[in-house]
């Protein structure tokens, strides 16, 4: 009995000096930080005029068949967030990856 207790002593003491380590969970960094990004709506000259020109403009890629449907897309990347147009108006902005650690989207290239 004394040596199973000794033994669960043991054990426990071991996992407490075991290293933690966590990822960065891009949610929670975006959260933490109040970086501005456009709001959905806006359209591409609004973005441009409060956020100046994009470091790249990605083509427009749009489905097959009928663009009502299968609007075309059109991605804008800054340094740390990329908007996403649906013709020319912002659907969605998304921050960029800060490290090869962190959980998320790419990182912007």
């Known amino acids: 009995m004394k040596a199973l207790t000794l033994s669960l002593a043991l054990a426990a003491g071991l996992l407490l000096q075991a290293p933690a380590s966590a ?12 970086q501005a990004m456009p709001a959905r709506g806006q359209s591409m000259a609004q973005v441009e005029a409060s956020f100046g020109a994009p470091e790249r403009k990605h ?4 489905g ?14 800054y340094a740390g967030f990329s908007v996403y147009f ?9 921050a960029a990856k800060a490290s090869p650690n962190e959980i998320g989207p790419k990182p912007v290239q």
């Open 64 to 77: 097959p068949g009928d663009s009502k449907h299968n609007p075309p897309i059109t991605r804008w990347d």
């Open 59 to 62: 083509a427009a890629v749009a």
């Open 23 to 34: 990822d960065t969970l891009l949610v929670d960094r975006v959260k933490a930080e109040t």
């Open 86 to 94: 649906e013709h020319s108006h912002v659907v969605d902005a998304v």
